[in-house]
């Protein structure tokens, strides 16, 4: 996959959606009543680099403060949703130790994951970071956890909404109508090269989660080191 062809057609399409009123406004995103759950395989950037998204954060904030902005604590990039969320899901139904062993056997070999986070794209429910990987290391990741989990018998819901091969990050949902439409979109416009930084990854998280990982809402599960 061409990553800045994809973000960019992605942009592209979702702003025209947004232009005329066709996007997604999260009603569940504040509700105590919101019970989806799952387990999730991921990176958190360094807390540079997440300060320089919320220092852009702040300014469209000032356009649209009535979105939801993502905290530093909650920001991530998804490696892969193991368990996508669902309501109802029981932790204590699985078990644990089976998965850990087997993510630890994906990740044997030592990885050299480095990724730049430059750029924001849309979809129809919110704004994203660009992610780019230097190699393809990350998604060679994912192939051997794909293989791995449809060859156990572990529950799991691999690739069941969509099968993820991009490094991006959420930091904005659309909770309520754009109030400023025209002018959060021009400032999209003039920020969509915005340079957030780079890292390397040094350890992956498998979490429980909520669908919008809410750090009062996440468990850290086990920490893989790389």
Not at 80 to 97: E, K, V
Not at 165 to 170: F, I, K, L, P
Request: aromatic share 10%.
């Amino acid at each position: 996959m061409n990553l800045e062809n994809h973000y960019k057609n992605l942009y592209k399409e979702s702003v025209r959606k947004i232009s005329s009123d066709n996007y997604e406004i999260d009603n569940l995103i504040e509700s105590e009543n919101d019970n989806r759950f799952g387990i999730t395989l991921l990176v958190r950037p360094p807390i540079e680099i997440k300060e320089r998204i919320q220092k852009y954060i702040q300014e469209i904030k000032k356009i649209e403060p009535n979105q939801y902005y993502y905290p530093n604590s909650d920001i991530h990039i998804t490696v892969m949703s193991i368990i996508s969320c669902y309501d109802g899901f029981d932790i204590n139904t699985i078990d644990l130790a089976k998965y850990i062993e087997l993510i630890e056997k994906c990740l044997v070999a030592k990885k050299d994951i480095n990724i730049t986070l430059r750029g924001i794209t849309a979809s129809t429910s919110g704004i994203m970071v660009q992610g780019f990987v230097k190699n393809n290391e990350l998604n060679s990741i994912r192939d051997v956890l794909r293989k791995e989990f449809k060859n156990s018998n572990l529950k799991q819901s691999l690739d069941k909404r969509y099968a993820i091969q991009t490094a991006h990050s959420t930091i904005i949902r659309f909770k309520t109508a754009l109030t400023q439409k025209e002018n959060f979109l021009q400032a999209l416009d003039k920020t969509i090269d915005y340079n957030f930084g780079h890292f390397k990854v040094n350890k992956f998280e498998l979490v429980y989660n909520d669908w919008y990982q809410r750090e009062k809402c996440v468990n850290k599960i086990h920490e893989f080191g790389l």
